[in-house]
């Protein structure tokens, strides 16, 4: 089956951390800067941990080990712990601090600081998987003005911030009340028994973030919140839900009562081909965001102007590239009057040359003949391959005629046509933005 990896920065509201830790920052550690996307979360309390619930196979814990880090543990379910440490003098980031395997499934990992020593978090990765084997990975992306989003109250969420730069497409929509609610309706078709269509929804975190609940269906509602930083952070995993089971699905999420940031950037659904999946197409509802956002098509008398002009174009261009190539091969062929031809035109005229009476012939006559004679043959099948030479008498001295090679025609012409280096497994699937 399609399996593929979900990547969740240490600022993703999905991963829970106890009181006592906090954002690292460039300010206190000069490598704050090397970590990935420049951030982490650390603490240098015992006892303080972390959590996150995940539905999957394999994960994977990414840290610093360093001088200052110390003992820590680590535990996938009521498995085995795993205990290790996090000193190093080297000062080695993006290591792996922990790996855990299990079935596809719901899981739960804990990572627990066992000194009064540093330990950070920089990201995890999650194996998942959905569909059968040997099919193809689909995803589909939903933006966050796609139809099949529904915003309500609309007077509680506006598109115009300072911060939609950041975001995919550089647009977004931003709760502005408390209380607000957005949900996103998905269709998905299980034919068999396999894992079912999952979702993860993107959206930025930061230090004036807010609580929000997220409910799939008619299952319980889960509460996060996206004050997980010291500082503004788009494009983080506020949501991943897998194995939603068959038919439609809607994705529910409620802002809190208590006045804070949030935002909806997109949404990326994961099926495939047995699950009733494909690649969806939609229209935008909102002709105001259609005329910012696409371009208007040309009328069709300019579409068929632009296909004829292009058709005679082609065509004369055509034609002058044969009478080139004629004019040149005409050119090539050789005059009447350039074709030197031998004076002696038959053996017997060679071997037996008109002297004058009383003299006999010299030794360099009749060898000269008598090359001739060898020669004649040997410039006959020479000439078959080049003619650009003819093969004379009395020694046989090649004169230079006109070439009658023919020439080359034109040559056809023709063309042919944010995932993380350091994760083990890259899937072979198919990724679609979905048009709007």
Not at 1 to 13: K, Q, V, W, Y
Not at 317 to 335: C, D, E, M, N, T
Not at 360 to 383: F, K
Request: aromatic share 12%; proline share 6%.
């Amino acid at each position: 089956m399609p399996t593929f990896n979900i990547t969740l920065e240490d600022t993703s509201p999905m991963i829970r951390y106890s009181s006592n830790w906090q954002a690292g920052s460039s300010a206190a550690d000069p490598l704050a800067d090397e970590y990935s996307e420049k951030s982490f979360t650390v603490t240098s309390k015992q006892g303080e941990s972390l959590r996150l619930q995940f539905y999957g196979t394999d994960v994977t814990i990414f840290g610093a080990r360093r001088g200052n880090h110390g003992i820590y543990s680590a535990q996938l379910d009521g498995g085995p712990v795993f205990r290790a440490t996090g000193t190093s003098t080297s000062g080695d980031l993006m290591q792996v601090l922990y790996t855990g395997n299990a079935t596809l499934g719901m899981h739960t990992v804990t990572v627990t600081n066992d000194q009064d020593e540093f330990f950070d978090l920089d990201y995890v990765t999650f194996q998942t998987s959905v569909g059968k084997e040997n099919e193809h990975l689909i995803v589909n992306t939903y933006q966050d003005d796609h139809p099949s989003f529904i915003y309500t109250p609309a007077s509680a969420w506006s598109t115009s911030s300072n911060k939609a730069s950041w975001f995919s497409g550089s647009n977004g929509h931003f709760a502005t009340q408390p209380s607000a609610t957005v949900t996103l309706t998905f269709e998905g078709e299980c034919k068999f028994d396999v894992p079912r269509d999952a979702i993860a929804l993107y959206g930025p975190v930061g230090p004036l973030g807010t609580a929000y609940s997220v409910q799939i269906d008619n299952n319980n509602s889960t509460e996060y919140t996206t004050n997980t930083t010291s500082f503004f952070k788009a494009n983080e995993v506020l949501f991943y839900g897998g194995n939603l089971g068959a038919g439609n699905h809607t994705l529910r999420i409620e802002t809190s009562a208590v006045p804070g940031d949030f935002a909806i950037d997109y949404a990326n659904m994961y099926t495939t081909a047995s699950l009733g999946g494909g690649f969806q197409e939609h229209s935008r509802k909102n002709t105001e965001a259609q005329s910012q956002h696409e371009t208007p098509m040309p009328s069709l008398g300019l579409i068929v102007g632009i296909v004829v002009g292009t058709v005679f174009a082609v065509l004369a261009i055509a034609i002058a590239v044969y009478l080139f190539w004629r004019q040149r091969r005409i050119g090539s062929k050789p005059k009447d009057s350039e074709v030197i031809t031998p004076f002696l035109k038959t053996e017997e005229a060679i071997m037996t040359p008109t002297l004058p009476q009383g003299i006999l012939p010299s030794t360099s006559i009749l060898y000269a003949a008598e090359s001739h004679t060898h020669n004649h043959n040997a410039s006959s099948a020479y000439s078959y391959h080049n003619r650009s030479h003819v093969a004379l008498p009395f020694g046989g001295i090649p004169v230079v005629g006109a070439s009658y090679f023919r020439a080359a025609g034109p040559r056809p012409s023709g063309h042919a046509p944010r995932g993380k280096l350091h994760v083990p497994y890259l899937p072979e699937y198919t990724v679609t933005r979905v048009p709007t």
